[in-house]
């Protein structure tokens, strides 16, 4: 053993002597040899220039430091003595801010935030959270709650209404309420974008709502613009809106009161105002954006039987068939023509249950086979699109399905062939008040985009584009 160690020892010191004088090859760059490489030249080149700036840049850096005093030199500290925070500071910011959601209840939220169950019963035993919040309460509800990390619910706020915020405080096991006062501020604006990639996407960036959206699209510009086709992403839109203000925050925005929609060089316009005490939308010179009367009152139906001659089902015989079926499931809600009185709700031989509704200038429609009403009665006025009954079988019928006939002066006419009458267009003393209001708002439509569009061929629609009017009103 000990002989075998001894050579193997040799053989290594030879093999370490002969790596030692073995002389450096071209391809071996990592010895020097008596004279530096290309590369070697480089790399100390690069070496000293950086250590040139490092001594000139860095202050002291060419100045060895002198350390005085003993490297283990006792510290002292020094405690001094700070103002005191208010209770608020002291305490932390702590309110949590909720939005009521759809399905939620203000248990189930108080039990989210980790609240314990004798507080969420203190609270819920409160007349006011009783016979105010928990009535009114709906998705979108704000609530607040002043609950710290780790520590108990100390506060919650509510609105009662525009002008008064309800607070409970807890402490020491009792809840006392105060009522605030609040004002809320109400702002005349104009929100202005470009279409871009998304109509949808750009109204919401604007702060506008889905129901915004659906305004413009089906109550506005529906028979003017063809949002699939006609639309492109440099076309713009301008709206103008009531916002509501509290605090610096927004509460709520209001339905749509004018808006134009640019698409190419062709600008169209639609504004709100209050005809007979209903809302409708006209166009700048006085005519309903609404149609009188829609062809189709059920909406996805499918048309089984036309107007005229036809071999009828249960009869058996050729007889004249004086409206249009449409079939659809039980219980298919259908909806009235137009705005209307209602002059008849019952039973009417083959047709079943029946309602008729007489639309004035002596235009009516029938809806039979109905499987049941809807809750209106004889005499009362409704407006269009207002469900007076549902899709059913009654009378002389192999099928669930809707018997529509329109009438002019008591005669049956085609309603999918006849030419709909155009609803009564502003006129006296109503159309001057509105083409006052449409002026206004056309005039601060105009202002917005001439500062947001001067100049401007790239989309602006994430840039603020908040025109606040100069004149508020404030609720009291």
């Known amino acids: 053993m000990t002989d075998t160690a001894s050579a193997r020892r040799a053989r290594l010191d030879a093999l370490r002597e002969e790596t030692l004088h073995r002389p450096v090859t071209a391809h071996e760059g990592h010895g020097f040899n008596g004279r530096w490489s290309r590369r070697q030249w480089a790399h100390a080149s690069l070496f000293a ?3 040139m700036l ?3 840049i860095v202050p002291g850096f060419d100045r060895p430091v002198v350390t005085r005093g003993h490297a283990s030199a006792p510290r002292h500290s020094m405690a001094l003595a700070l103002p005191p925070l208010r209770l608020a ?8 801010m909720v939005q009521v959601k759809r399905g939620q209840t203000l248990a189930s939220i108080m039990k989210d935030l980790g609240i314990p169950q004798a507080t969420q019963q203190q609270l819920l035993a409160q007349s ?6 928990l009535r009114s309460m709906k998705p979108g509800t704000q609530l607040a709650f002043d609950l710290p990390v780790g520590g108990e619910l100390r506060a919650f706020r509510f609105d009662q209404d525009d002008a008064h915020r309800v607070e409970l405080t807890f402490a020491n096991g009792e809840v006392k309420q105060n009522l605030l006062v609040s004002p809320a501020e109400t702002r005349t604006v104009v929100l202005s974008g470009k279409v871009g990639k998304s109509l949808y996407a750009s109204a919401r960036k604007l702060g506008l709502t889905s129901a915004h959206v659906n305004t413009l699209t089906d109550d506005m510009f529906k028979y003017d613009i063809d949002f699939n086709d006609d639309v492109g992403a440099d076309d713009r839109f301008s709206v103008v809106v009531e916002q509501t203000w509290r605090d610096g925050e927004l509460v709520s925005t209001g339905p749509v009161l004018a808006a134009t929609f640019t698409t190419g060089a062709t600008l169209h316009s639609a504004f709100r105002f209050d005809r007979n005490g209903k809302p409708e939308y006209f166009t700048a010179d006085g005519r309903s954006l609404k149609r009188s009367f829609i062809r ?3 909406p996805y139906a499918r048309l089984t039987s036309g107007f005229g001659n036809r071999f009828h089902p249960v009869l058996g015989r050729m007889r004249m068939h004086k409206g249009v079926d449409y079939a659809a499931g039980t219980g298919t809600p259908i909806m009235a023509a137009g705005d209307a009185r209602v002059a ?10 029946v309602v008729e509704l007489d639309h004035g200038r002596g235009y009516s429609t029938l809806y039979g086979h109905m499987s049941a009403f809807g809750k209106e009665r004889v005499g009362q006025r409704i407006s269009q699109g207002t469900v007076i009954g549902y899709v059913g079988a009654s009378g002389l019928a192999t099928g669930p399905h809707l018997h529509y006939e329109f009438k002019v002066n008591g005669a049956q006419r085609n309603p999918l062939s006849i030419t709909m009458p ?8 109503t159309f001057v008040a509105f083409r006052a209001q449409t002026r206004t708002a056309l005039a601060r439509i105009r202002e917005v985009e001439n500062i947001i569009y001067a100049g401007d061929d790239e ?13 508020t009103r404030r609720r009291s």
């Not at 006011?128 to 919040?133: D, G, I, P, Y």
């Not at 008849?344 to 249950?353: S, T």
């Not at 155009?422 to 003393?429: C, H, T, V």
């Not at 989309?459 to 004149?471: E, I, Y």
């Open 459 to 471: 989309p602006r629609v994430a840039k603020a584009t908040t025109k606040t009017d100069a004149k």
């Open 344 to 353: 008849f709700v019952g039973w009417k031989g083959g047709y079943g249950r």
């Open 89 to 96: 500071q002291a305490q932390g910011d702590s309110w949590q």
């Open 54 to 56: 490092a001594a000139a």
């Open 49 to 51: 220039t950086a250590a």
């Open 128 to 133: 006011a959270v009783k016979n105010q919040l």
């Open 296 to 298: 189709m009152p059920i």
């Open 422 to 429: 155009p609803p009564e267009p502003l006129s006296g003393a």
